[in-house]
């Protein structure tokens, strides 16, 4: 009896040894202490992925004019703090059309990487700016989330990045698809994100002059009920006293 549970101790302990290998990493530890870190100008790199025209059509998980919205917000939002930003697409002439209009129309001064490969992490053009750029935090929006956003996320990840992923900035082909997908992207290590908060999360003080008017003409544009509040308040000069 004595030997039959020793032999169960010592299996026990074969398997949970490389559970807690992981957990003691100090890969683990330091990307965890990463992430406690706040998204700021200087640290973040902003890739969207494949925002096309045929991709758009094909989505059910969130409604689509909201896609584009939060997709041209968040792209306006990067040019306000000089964030840098990848635009990249998918057999653009062949089969899934130019990237959103509202997207190229609001930053007209970025290049439009096209490709093949379903995963952008195998296009070394983007990959080079990415490390060239010196950031670790990489924001990635896109469509589809269980692929053109699943993929580069996952190579992203496997290299010692930490990867946030902009949850209404992406979307797929049915809600099961989305949901599945972003639960394995956090299950992987990810953290999902809204394009709102990454905004007031770069803001972070509206003593920041320099930023905080941009900040708040996206809102009116692009924030949907907190942009008509934002509307509202410079209307009736909320915060200053009535002349």
Not at 31 to 59: C, E, H
Not at 89 to 108: D, E, L, M, Y
Not at 199 to 217: F, H, I
């Amino acid at each position: 009896m004595k030997k039959t549970l020793f032999a169960l101790m010592l299996g026990l302990s074969a398997a949970t040894a490389p559970v807690a290998a992981l957990a003691q990493s100090p890969a683990a530890d330091s990307r965890q202490a990463g992430y406690v870190q706040p998204l700021t100008a200087d640290n973040s790199l902003l890739l969207l992925v494949d925002l096309q025209d045929m991709f758009g059509m094909t989505i059910s998980s969130i409604d689509q004019t909201n896609l584009v919205n939060n997709a041209a917000g968040i792209a306006k939002a990067a040019k306000v703090f000089n964030v840098p930003t990848i635009l990249a697409s998918a057999n653009a002439k062949s089969f899934a059309g130019p990237v959103f209009q509202q997207v190229t129309q609001a930053r007209p001064d970025l290049q439009v990487y096209d490709r093949t490969a379903i995963n952008v992490w195998q296009d070394r053009r983007v990959v080079d700016l990415i490390k060239q750029s010196g950031r670790k935090k990489i924001i990635i929006g896109g469509l589809w989330t269980a692929s053109c956003v699943m993929l580069p996320a996952l190579s992203a990840l496997g290299e010692g990045y930490e990867v946030y992923i902009l949850s209404d900035v992406t979307g797929d082909i049915t809600p099961d698809s989305q949901n599945n997908a972003m639960q394995r992207l956090v299950q992987a290590g990810a953290t999902p994100i809204n394009w709102v908060a990454l905004m007031l999360e770069w803001q972070q003080d509206w003593s920041r002059k320099a930023t905080a008017g941009g900040v708040l003409q996206i809102a009116r544009d692009h924030g949907a009920a907190w942009g008509m509040g934002a509307s509202y308040a410079g209307a009736m000069k909320v915060g200053s006293e009535a002349k």
